[in-house]
């Protein structure tokens, strides 16, 4: 599947430079995987042999994709990608900032995003946008309950949040639960670095 090729090259990077994991080799192929409503989910062994349990939403047709990686213990990281498999130019820069909203009934928001930009031989290669690794336990709780996320970007110029796509979470939960199973920890028990 084409989608999941990419996937795994969007792990990869993101392994390497956002948890500052350089050295580790690629990942296997998908172990398993599984799709329910606006939700995809795969898992795969590192070279350690670590399972990551890793669902998106997005990134089939469209430009952007929300992400959640889920590995043993429960950890997680919550992550927005910008990505152009045809080529074209990216929106994002270095100096945008992103926030995550919830439609949870109260619009709950988070603003401790930060921005990357990697970059190849000079040219963009990836935005992205992560959630502080703090506030990913919240998150992903309201994503259990809330209908949407929003991803909002305030750029220098405007420095007003425009919506820059809005995710359903339709699906999320059970997706999740299943991850705790295939990647062995308490869905219920999510805990803060």
């Known amino acids: 599947m084409k989608t999941r090729n990419y996937l795994r090259l969007i792990l990869n990077c993101w392994l390497a430079n956002c948890l500052g994991l350089a050295a580790l080799p690629a990942l296997a192929a998908a172990e398993q995987t599984a799709s329910y409503k606006d939700w995809y989910m795969f898992s795969e062994r590192d070279a350690k042999g670590v399972k990551h349990c890793i669902l998106m939403a997005g990134g089939n047709g469209i430009k952007e994709a929300f992400f ?55 040219q963009t290669y990836r935005p992205w946008a992560v959630l502080n690794e703090a506030s990913s336990a919240d998150a992903i709780n309201l994503m259990r309950s809330a209908t949407t996320v929003s991803v909002l970007r305030k750029t220098p110029a405007s420095r007003t949040p425009a919506l820059v796509y809005k995710f359903s979470l339709a699906g999320f939960t059970a997706l999740f639960l299943r991850a705790s199973e295939w990647c062995g920890f308490d869905a219920n028990r999510i805990p803060r670095k």
Not at 75 to 97: A, I, L, M, Q, W
């Open 68 to 122: 959640v990686d889920s590995y043993p213990g429960g950890y997680s990281t919550v992550f927005f990608e910008e990505f152009n498999p045809s080529g074209g130019k990216y929106v994002t820069t270095t100096t945008d900032e992103f926030i995550f909203q919830f439609d949870d009934g109260q619009q709950t928001s988070f603003e401790d995003v930060r921005t990357m930009i990697e970059s190849r031989k000079g």
